[in-house]
């Protein structure tokens, strides 16, 4: 794949799928999914008509947080594959026309990484790779209160491990199998440029970076502020977006040559605000292309509480934080629009109505209101089916480090288990992870094995065979979608203004580009709803390009339908 296939700003009017690689598609029948899995089913995306593949990780890896904690980033773990049939995916993809994003996680490596294992002796030249210290002044080695800082990790507990061997703790913002890697020298960042570099030359067009607004820390690793009733202080609020951050991004565009190659690069960036995304995406900078803001996906719990603690959404909440990014984003850079992906519940029962009623339509009328925003829509794996969260019951079913880590210290805290059940069923990780849904067989399609994470039961009403068989399914209301943004420039570069909104239910706004105007009109609540004419200027006389509902226009709008409009002259 050569700068040719790769103009300037492809990426803005693509759309890019992403793909959790254990739940896919196995090969082999070990239950887990794979790469030459994947091969067998472009076809299938091609069908869909995307244009990129994001791949979570595949590298080798002790498996501590599925794959995010690599012990090498130049060689495939046996249970995805080799690197050959990685080769073998990366040029079925390109054969279809469609690109190849890998997932660059260098915040952390695997405490299995040679580079950590060497860096575990106080002597070895790889100590300072990592972020090694001393216990807290007074305290002794492994007591409680000697961890350098009072951060908490992602995972819950301390962030830091005391390393019984050298009298010192480590950072992991993570697991404890995931140190965090000390980009402040510079032979770190040197080696992550030669082997994203490496990456390039076998062909991948581009990069997701995990939280890679962490790998600047506050130098002085200040202690955070300790919320009542918790032992330790949310670690993001005090390492994220530090001082060198978008010194780091720079030398990487450089070294790396991002837009020389024409690659995409999306950071995800937990903790990121608009004038963040403005600086790190605006072109003149050369940083990144995108970042994945946490905004949107965090407005359903307490402010200022964890995810776990749960609060409604009213739509004129969420309309106006994904407004406040178009606005914000309109004259520089360039937004990344998502519902969901590895890491949160599924899109339709979060944020539509997953109730057999209105699944499909709220499935279709969240996938119009996402697309027709300005920026690069991501499509996570299942979502173009209108895949659903799955409601475990019991702790016993998450295989998520997070959850099972979460349900431990909330109940030793003294929290109700089905209060933490309840929380962890709506917004665990597993809902978005267990086996992509291809048939009814017992295991989904996904394998002839037992999977290892249970496909959901739901299997038997939602599944790709029977959606690519039906013309009025999820799956072609996507491929629509995905077509819309291909024929009209409109739906990628058009000027974004929102209306109505206060409203309740609807969520209607417009896209202008030279003569093009298109409107896109959405009842986004389960009943039905209507709109004044004086508040939708243009309908009349307005073509519907896609609606979710053959044959009904006018103001009066069924639950979850949608329409795109193609605005007269
Ligand atoms: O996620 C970062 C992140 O912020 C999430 O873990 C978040 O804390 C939570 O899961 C969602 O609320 C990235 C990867 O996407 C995630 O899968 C990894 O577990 C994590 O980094 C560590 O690599």
Redesign the pocket.
Known sequence: MTSLDRPADWWKSAVVYQIYPRSFMDSNGDGVGDIPGITSRLDYLRRLGIDVLWLSPVYASPMD?NG?DISDYQDVDPLFGTLADLDALIAGCHERGMKVVMDL?VNHTSDEHPWFVESRDPGSPKRNWYWWRPPREGHAGGADGAEPTNWES?FSGSAWAYDERSGEYYLHL?SRK?PDLNWENPEVRAAIHEMMRWWVARGVDGFRM??INLISKQPDLPDGRVPEGRTYAPAFDSVANGPRLHEFLQEMHREVGLSEHGLLTVG?M?GSTVELARDVTDPARNELNMVFTFEHVALDQDPGGS?WELADLPLPVLKANLDTWQRGLADVGWNSLYWDN???PRAVSRFGDDSPPHRVHSAKTLGTVLHLHKGTPYVYQGEELGMTNTYFTDIAQYRDI?AINHHSDAVSLGLAVEVVLEALSVKG?DNARTPMQWDDSPHAGFSDAEPWLPANPNKSEINAAAAVADPDSVFHHYRRLIELRHLHPAVAEGRFRLLLPDDLQIWTFTRTLDEEALLVLANCSSEPATVDPGDVPGLNGATILLGTHEGRDGLDLAPWESRVYVLAD
Do not use: L, S
């Open positions: 947080d995010y996680v992602a993570f995931q995990d939280v995800e937990p995810k590895h890491d949160q997070e990780r």
